[in-house]
């Protein structure tokens, strides 16, 4: 049985889960704005568990777009860490001074990936935090591709190769990020997977914008499907940076090795959107394999048979009294019981969910919430017979 690594994105509210549930995740990985702004606490977590882990460089830089963050003071310090200031312009990273200056741009940023936190274990020592803290790999710095005629796909392409060249001993990642109607067309998909995985390139990153696995339809989720399928098929390590229990069941089917998310967030991102500010609890029903609010999920369990949690975390029950730091843990012990679980199993346990619902007269009346699991079932059954 093939059984993905799960990787979740650190914030700094979430050290103490990290400690203490250090035996159920694979890694951990740290965004370029997170290390900036933590730079002590992101060292000490990294040194003490001795997780792979690895840095996101670009995902907050990555429209040219930057304008409603310009004024962050992490964001500052990444422009001058990356030696970016010179191709800014009114909230605006103009392509035509990037290019001119793409060397040192990539060179520095492949630099931050390896050097960040081992410069600040320097000055943690005295505190006993040392050790040789490598990335397991690093990432190209990467731009949203809309269209394989534009002239960020061509941006793209040359930062692939600048990164090549200053790879040095390290497992270099090429960065895929796409717009999701890429996906439907072939030839499209055949020419980024040429013209990315390349010699000197060890393993692919994928961020598909705002693709929601629980929202998008059985068309939508096969395409998805199918292009981590040929990028599988090229014989290099395939990490989605955003991806949910779809995903993970596509890695139990070797379409994917590393799956990776925040602990209940971040599942997908869409890289328009502008945080408003602190998100509502949420809790994750296991059977369900999706999160909701927590009032809702008091409502679903009620109601539909079969969705209560007698994990440890849980308790006798969910309110919206449950402790944050209970509704995390929650999530990180379900998400490792998937990556261990048959896939089969978890095809005849969605039936069997919608089967019950449908006896009980409910799928319609809760259908924003469930149907997802049809297309997942339908989909997933139709790629395990495939991969017999």
Not at 155 to 177: M, Q, T, W
Request: hydrophobic fraction near 40%; charged fraction near 30%; proline fraction near 3%.
């Amino acid at each position: 049985m093939i059984n993905p690594k799960v990787y979740y994105r650190v914030l700094p509210t979430d050290g103490k889960i990290f400690r203490d549930l250090k035996d159920y995740y694979d890694g951990l990985v740290l965004e370029a704005h997170i290390l900036e702004q933590y730079t002590k606490f992101a060292a000490s977590l990294i040194s003490t568990l001795e997780k792979p882990f690895f840095v996101d460089p670009t995902g907050k830089l990555a429209l040219l777009n930057v304008e409603d963050i310009s004024d962050k003071e992490w964001y500052l310090k990444i422009v001058d860490a990356f030696n970016l200031s010179e191709c800014l312009q009114e909230g605006e990273i103009l392509v035509d001074a990037l290019e001119q200056n793409l060397d040192k741009f990539v060179e520095s940023s492949i630099s931050y990936q390896r050097e960040k936190i081992k410069q600040e274990l320097g000055g943690l020592a005295l505190f006993g935090l040392s050790g040789n803290i490598e990335p397991e790999a690093v990432l190209t710095p990467y731009f949203l591709i809309d269209d394989v005629r534009s002239e960020l796909y061509n941006l793209n392409l040359e930062i692939l190769k600048v990164a090549i060249r200053h790879k040095g001993d390290s497992n270099l990642y090429a960065v895929i990020f796409i717009e999701e109607n890429t996906l439907f067309s072939k030839s499209t998909v055949e020419k980024i997977l040429s013209d990315f995985i390349i010699d000197g390139i060890d393993g692919v990153c994928v961020w598909v914008a705002d693709f929601r696995e629980y929202g998008e339809d059985a068309k939508s989720l096969k395409k998805y499907a199918e292009f981590f399928e040929k990028l599988s098929g090229l014989k290099r390590p395939v990490i989605n940076l955003y991806g949910g229990a779809f995903s993970i069941f596509l890695g139990k089917l070797g379409l994917l090795d590393v799956i990776v998310q925040g602990i209940g967030y971040g599942e997908y991102r869409n890289p328009y959107s502008i945080p408003t500010g602190r998100q509502q609890k949420m809790y994750y029903i296991p059977r369900l394999r999706k999160s909701v609010p927590v009032h809702i999920a008091e409502e679903l369990i009620s109601s539909i048979s079969g969705l209560e949690c007698s994990c440890e975390y849980c308790g006798k029950g969910i309110t919206d009294e449950i402790e944050t730091e209970k509704v995390k843990k929650h999530y990180i012990l379900k998400r490792w019981e998937e990556k261990h679980v048959d896939i089969k199993e978890v095809i005849n346990e969605m039936n069997e969910t919608i089967q019950n619902l449908e006896k009980d007269e409910l799928l319609e009346e809760f259908w924003d919430v469930v149907h997802h699991l049809i297309n997942w079932r339908d989909v997933l059954k139709e790629l395990t017979e495939k991969r017999q």
